[in-house]
């Protein structure tokens, strides 16, 4: 055996034999608790809307404490954060890991930072003990995960130039923001990453949803993220005097909206599955007491993870609205406007985190995420793994928003042994 090749299988031995490696809970959620003060709001939350001062100042405390942890770290043209650790081979692509530090605005203290802070704890903690795994690492702060994840859709090229006029939360287009905070919207090309650039992604997240906590489960496995179709509905009566118009003369755009609402609940409940589909916004027209509602827009989101069962969903809400339409005298139209597709998580890292997980003595559940991720769009050029702890009560984008030290601390663990695990195995390089 040569001697290139001897080292690598011994850094690859020892890295399997590292089951007792553990990271530091109490500096990981002190550094939580120091984060908060970045845009920091009277009820307790945070308001670190991307672009904003707050968000620029707690990517910086940030970048910082990437530094300690031995990372080298930089600003890339998108304006994504990127701490980066050699491996022992120069010639294997980089895991990397990650999320967001961005809220939503009067948003909460975990919804990103847990991944970021947890992924920049699992680094330090290999740096203290001078372990080097084979792949490089990255740990990557998203910018702009609230508002359209901008930095993970630009990393793989989906970012449109269009995109770049939008407004964001801090008063700044996209493009201006990406300024803002050392990036350069002229140059986004340059970093964009193709299939086999990354050997694959892992993130650590708050569940954002009531069900680990409610069953007293440890870690959630990712599935998948699920797709999501949104639909402008209009729904179009003949407004007329309320006194005056006899109840079976009536086109009433309101009374067709109220039926197609039920029916949304009805037909998603009745078929199996666990997709949702959900009406949010209705507006009616003319809104005034003393008129029959003529107009009605409505909004439908539909999510599930195969876009297949979104499009069996959508139709036979479809095909029920024109039947209500009909019936009462209206019409009604549906016209898509927002896709965002599902993201599968790959098989071995799910396995992998479940190992972990079994290996730590901590329960665990397979489950989809509801909610959209960084890793939603790194899955399109790479495997992606998801790891979820406890939120309390279910309560996120909220100053009440929670997870437990010891849950953080184990979700962290468990990002660290799935990392050594990932790395020492052959099936991603």
Same mark, same amino acid.
């Given at each position: ?317 479809? =095909?029920? !609205?024109?039947? @209500? ?7 009604? &139209?549906?016209? *898509?406007?927002? $896709? #965002? +597709? ?39 050029? =790479?495997? !992606?793994?998801? @790891? ?7 309560? &996120?984008?909220? *100053?009440?928003? $929670? #997870? +437990? ?25």
């Amino acid at each position: 055996m040569k001697r290139r090749e001897f080292l690598l299988a011994a850094a690859a031995v020892t890295l399997r034999r590292a089951p007792t490696l553990r990271i530091d809970g109490e500096r990981l959620n002190r550094q939580l608790g120091e984060l908060k003060a970045f845009g920091r709001t009277p009820e307790g939350g945070v308001s670190r809307v991307a672009y904003s001062e707050a968000d620029r100042d707690g990517r910086a405390y940030v970048m910082e404490l990437m530094r300690q942890a031995g990372l080298d770290a930089h600003i890339d043209v998108i304006g994504n954060v990127i701490g980066r650790r050699a491996g022992s081979d120069a010639n294997l692509p980089p895991i990397l890991m990650g999320s967001h530090t961005d809220s939503v605005p009067h948003g909460g203290n975990f919804d990103g930072p847990v991944g970021v802070l947890g992924a920049v704890e699992v680094a330090r903690t290999l740096d203290e003990a001078k372990l080097t795994t084979r792949h490089p690492l990255e740990v990557v702060i998203f910018q702009n995960e609230e508002n359209g994840k901008t930095g993970s859709r630009a990393l793989v090229g989906e970012l449109e130039q269009r995109e770049l006029d939008l407004p964001s939360h801090a008063d700044k287009t996209i493009g201006e923001g990406i300024a803002f905070i050392g990036g350069d919207p002229t140059r986004l090309d340059e970093a964009i990453r193709a299939q086999g650039d990354v050997a694959h992604y892992l993130e650590l997240h708050i569940e954002q949803g009531a069900v680990l906590h409610a069953r007293s489960i440890d870690i959630g496995v990712v599935e998948g993220i699920v797709g999501i179709k949104r639909f402008n509905v209009v729904i179009e009566g003949k407004a007329n005097h309320a006194g005056t118009t006899p109840m079976d003369q009536r086109s009433d755009a309101l009374l067709t909206a109220g039926r197609f609402i039920d029916e949304v609940h009805e037909v998603a409940t009745r078929l199996p599955g666990r997709h949702v589909a959900t009406v949010g916004k209705i507006e009616v027209h003319p809104g005034a007491p003393n008129v029959v509602p003529g107009r009605v827009d409505l909004s439908l989101e539909i999510r599930d993870l195969k876009m297949e069962k979104i499009d069996e969903i959508y139709e036979s809400i479809d =095909a029920r !609205a024109r039947e @209500i339409a009909a019936r009462n005298r209206t019409s009604v &139209s549906l016209e *898509p406007y927002y $896709l #965002s +597709r599902a993201a599968p998580t790959h098989e071995n890292l799910r396995r992998h985190v479940e190992e972990s997980s079994d290996a730590m003595g901590l329960t665990h559940l397979r489950m989809p995420s509801g909610a959209g991720h960084d890793a939603q769009s790194i899955a399109r050029i =790479a495997p !992606a793994g998801m @790891i979820f702890i406890p939120s309390i009560d279910g309560i &996120s984008h909220s *100053p009440k928003e $929670l #997870s +437990r030290p010891g849950d953080i601390e184990a979700g962290a663990n468990v990002l660290l042994q799935t990392l050594l695990g990932t790395d020492a195995s052959n099936a991603f390089g």
